[in-house]
């Protein structure tokens, strides 16, 4: 349960891009976030809910994208969704996978005013 | 108006864990940030390590636990630096905590710094401390279905060390069904098999870490 650590961290990047923009009210902010982050949706909204109750930042939406687990063989440079984390290529079962999505745990975008 | 952002979330404490390691690798330290489920055998496993290495390695050792100073009395007692870290209520270290540490040590008289992170699969392994690398320790009673249901931990680690080997017969799981499991989540792990109980296996553990800590030939 690191969502919290997760939901202050973020608080934090938005005040600092609020601030840079001189924006007074957040509508949104969009995530994405990877299968493999160790992130439960649910847990972070649940959080981003509590920190911003009672500031202004209060009734922002918290949007998340999922990002699919995918990977890259370095043997014969197929390219697929991983599946059930087994790190093996489906074509030539090859072990060496380079991760190329799935890890992300990052800010897109955010609607303010 | 909608501003674009694309920044990590866990930036700030990327940025930490970073200067962290810089002034590690100023010191020449070998820094190991070590995790598992509560239970699978860390301190165990860092008390043998440091009487079997601490003629010829300089070991110093954070404890992150989210409450007592058990572990880090268990470590004093060895008679090498420890810190306790209490993180009250916080499921992980992060790079923070570890750099507030670092006036309780003398990086100039270390060669290996072990963080011992809070007992969990989860969480510790989303978040750098300045480590040179994770090491991580899956308990044979835990059973072989870990990797595919914790696989972050498994894929960030360079170490896997299946411990408590010694109750395998006891059990349905079989050490190689877990190391075949493990390796499927990630083919890079170096795998040691061991028993902190027995000492079965830890050997091998001992000269990988005299080496890692670069002081098999210095002495």
Not at chain 1, 56 to 77: I, T, Y
Not at chain 2, 40 to 64: P, Q, W, Y
């Amino acid at each position: 349960m690191h969502e919290m650590s997760i939901a202050q961290s973020l608080i934090d990047i938005i005040r600092e891009e609020m601030a840079r923009h001189n924006a007074c009210r957040l509508r949104s902010v969009r995530l994405r976030i990877g299968r493999l982050s160790a992130i439960v949706p649910e847990s972070l909204s649940f959080c981003f809910e509590i920190i911003t109750t009672g500031t202004d930042l209060e009734g922002a939406k918290l949007l998340m994208d999922l990002v699919p687990l995918r990977g890259r063989c370095r043997q014969c440079g197929r390219e697929f969704e991983i599946e059930e984390y087994a790190f093996e290529c489906p074509l030539c079962g090859g072990p060496d996978i380079e991760t190329t999505a799935g890890r992300e745990l990052s800010i897109v975008d955010m609607e303010v005013d | 108006m909608k501003i674009s952002v694309v920044k990590n979330i866990l930036e700030a404490n990327d940025r930490i864990a970073r200067e962290n390691r810089a002034i590690f690798d100023e010191k020449g330290l070998l820094v190991i940030n070590l995790m598992s489920s509560p239970g699978a055998g860390k301190t165990s496993l860092l008390e043998k390590t440091i009487d079997a290495l601490k003629d010829d390695v300089r070991i110093g050792v954070i404890e992150g636990d989210i409450q007592s100073s058990h572990d880090a009395r268990r470590i004093a007692e060895k008679g090498i630096p420890v810190v306790q870290i209490n993180t009250g209520g916080a499921c992980h270290l992060d790079g923070n905590m570890i750099r507030d540490t670092f006036d309780e040590f003398d990086f100039d008289h270390l060669d290996l710094l072990v963080v011992e992170n809070v007992g969990n699969l989860v969480c510790p392994a989303e978040f750098k401390v300045g480590e040179d690398f994770k090491a991580m320790i899956l308990s044979v009673p835990e059973g072989d279905d870990k990797p595919a249901k914790y696989p972050l931990m498994f894929r960030e680690s360079k170490v896997l060390l299946i411990n408590k080997i010694d109750l395998a017969p006891y059990l349905d799981c079989s050490v190689a069904a877990m190391k075949k499991a493990a390796l499927k989540v990630n083919p890079d792990l170096t795998v040691f098999e061991v028993s902190c109980k027995t000492g079965e296996g830890l050997d091998a553990w001992f000269d990988w870490i005299r080496q890692a800590a670069g002081t098999t030939d210095a002495g």
